[in-house]
């Protein structure tokens, strides 16, 4: 069971133009595979009373944007959709910032969601989190990462 864990701030926020919806999935999965892209999976919420949620889900979908296909997943509802590797991901320790589930998270997949290449947590340091993403490309095999400069 997921938990979306929230610090206090006043935020709304949309992500970018650029950034897919789970409704359009399979639109992110043709593209990744035909660009040769990996997908990130930002597993967050637009709609939170958290500035420092907005500030790491925008960094990350703007920085991995150049990279990946980015894929906005809703935690509060869309959580099912997601296959189970994924969810599993999530569930895992690496996914977790301080022992908890804080959101965003973001999982790093294959064009079919089959195969989980990294799995990036929540940091309160953009920085950090930009550190955390670098980290993460490395992982990507490098059929991928030859597509991404």
Not at 27 to 40: D, H, R
Not at 92 to 112: C, H, L, M, T
């Amino acid at each position: 069971m997921f938990t979306c864990l929230t610090l206090d701030a006043k935020a709304d926020y949309q992500m970018p133009s650029s950034t897919f919806r789970m409704s359009h999935i399979e639109e992110a999965k043709a593209e990744a595979a035909l660009k040769g892209k990996a997908i990130s999976l930002i597993y967050t919420h637009e709609h939170t009373d958290c500035g420092l949620n907005m500030d790491a889900s925008l960094n990350a979908a703007q920085w991995l944007n150049h990279k990946t296909v980015v894929v906005y997943v809703n935690c509060n509802s869309e959580t099912n959709a997601l296959p189970e590797n994924v969810q599993k991901a999530l569930e895992s320790p690496e996914a977790f910032y301080n022992g908890r589930q804080v959101v965003p998270q973001i999982v790093i997949v294959d064009p079919k969601l089959s195969q989980i290449f990294a799995v990036i947590p929540y940091s309160n340091n953009l920085f950090q989190h930009t550190q955390l993403m670098k980290n993460a490309m490395k992982k990507i095999p490098s059929y991928f990462s030859k597509n991404n400069e």
